[in-house]
């Protein structure tokens, strides 16, 4: 229990996707009179964490500034420990809050337990169940979830797991989750695009919301033929070799093979992503490849467009509350409730598979039609306020425990 003073909050992130679902957490922790918000960062991603940064106004306490061209899990994890140790023993803070899956979430909750600090899992509980798959972030996941004094879980699904796994109840609150707090700040009908390339592409497509028709006019070296724009981003680990050259191939087949379609490709920096991914698509028609984009014109591309093929997590959560259809090229998800509503279809990373479903929705009809009319589970824009609330509760600043998403309606948002 906090007696004198304000309850010291330090949030630790790395990499892009962290700092994406943390900016609606800390603004919230800002706004908060009863907390003293702390930010730190690994910097396990550089350029695209400080995309984040500079989109959100995060102010940063600490720069851990781990980052090494093709650094290995190994490396990450012992700089995050030897350089934030001697951060939170200067700091102390009350509680730490880490995020998801990374390296940098698992060695972080380990430091703060080697200083007897109390932390906090936002993004608690997603399981597979097989611990390469996703790979490393399932155990990484885990190993957060044990050393956590509490666990924020972004779904009723994501308490049951850990429920079944013998974590208490009273540590456990079901907030949603905050990509899609993040994702109801950013996307506008009105949205200017920093990209040049992108804005020029998309020069004649329709607002983001509540478009009639989601096949964009082309540019006019397309001869002014409806153009379906789908947006590809892949970059999982697990995937590297193997997976990346199918999922390759299927793009090339769909852009040779579709001239109804262009290819909208983020091309991750990682060198097991970039390299495959360019060879095959470098001189492919329909297709335009670009780096990494700042999160708001990521997330408002992403509302203009078709569909979305992806082997991200985070995608998952924010397409649907955008009404965008997701095939998803990974063997397993820790996210099932978004297979289960049918707003993402699994498919794997085999050529045939992704070819032929890709097909399938480009036929529009009810398949279509049902995946972008299903229900987003994830969230509706309050996680970041309930883990805030949780924070305060567990501290006994406020006697009433947070009510849980999911319990009080549909479980779910829409933007329409």
């Known amino acids: 229990m906090v007696t004198l003073g304000k309850i010291k909050v330090m949030s630790v992130f790395g990499t892009r996707p962290e700092a994406i679902k943390m900016a609606p957490v800390i603004k919230a922790l800002e706004a908060a009179p009863e907390i003293e918000s702390r930010v730190t960062v690994t910097a396990q991603h550089r350029e695209m964490l400080d995309q984040v940064l500079d989109c959100f106004s995060i102010k940063v306490d600490y720069d851990l500034d781990i980052m090494d061209y093709n650094q290995s899990l190994a490396q990450v994890t012992v700089r995050v420990l030897e350089r934030l140790t001697p951060v939170l023993q200067k700091e102390r803070p009350h509680i730490l809050l880490v995020h998801g899956d990374t390296a940098t979430t698992a060695a972080s909750a380990l430091a703060a337990y080697y200083l007897k600090i109390p932390c906090g899992h936002v993004e608690a509980g997603l399981r597979t169940y097989d611990k390469y798959a996703p790979f490393p972030e399932e155990i990484m996941r885990k190993i957060a979830d044990d050393i956590s004094d509490l666990r924020f879980a972004p779904t009723l699904r994501a308490k049951e797991n850990l429920l079944k796994e013998g974590f208490p109840e009273e540590t456990i609150f079901v907030t949603g989750n905050t990509a899609v707090d993040a994702l109801l700040m950013t996307v506008r009908d009105n949205h200017t695009f920093k990209d040049a390339r992108l804005r020029e592409v998309l020069s004649r497509s329709g607002p983001a919301l509540d478009r009639a028709s989601y096949a964009c006019s082309s540019s006019d070296d ?54 495959p991914i360019t060879r095959w698509l470098k001189d492919a028609p329909r297709v335009v490849m670009f780096e990494p984009l700042d999160y708001p014109d990521y997330v408002n591309l992403m509302a203009r467009c078709y569909l979305v093929i992806s082997d991200s997590g985070g995608v998952q959560e924010e397409a649907p509350s955008v009404r965008v259809p997701v095939v998803l090229c990974r063997e397993k998800t820790e996210r099932p409730e978004a297979v289960e509503a049918g707003v993402v279809v699994l498919v794997g990373t085999k050529f045939s598979a992704i070819t032929s479903m890709v097909s399938r929705l480009l036929g529009g009809g009810p398949d279509y039609e049902a995946m972008r009319s299903g229900k987003n589970p994830f969230g509706d824009g309050l996680a970041s306020r309930r883990i805030v609330d949780a924070i305060l509760y567990r501290y006994n600043v406020s006697r009433v425990r947070p009510h849980e998403f999911g319990e009080e309606g549909d479980g779910g948002v829409r933007i329409h």
């Open 222 to 275: 397309e001869g002014g033929r409806g153009i379906k724009d789908i947006l590809v981003e892949v970059h999982r680990r697990e995937n590297f070799g193997a997976g990346m050259e199918e999922i390759g191939r299927a793009l090339r087949w769909i852009a040779e093979n579709r001239e109804d379609v262009r290819l909208l490709v983020s091309v991750h920096p990682n060198p097991n992503v970039r390299e």
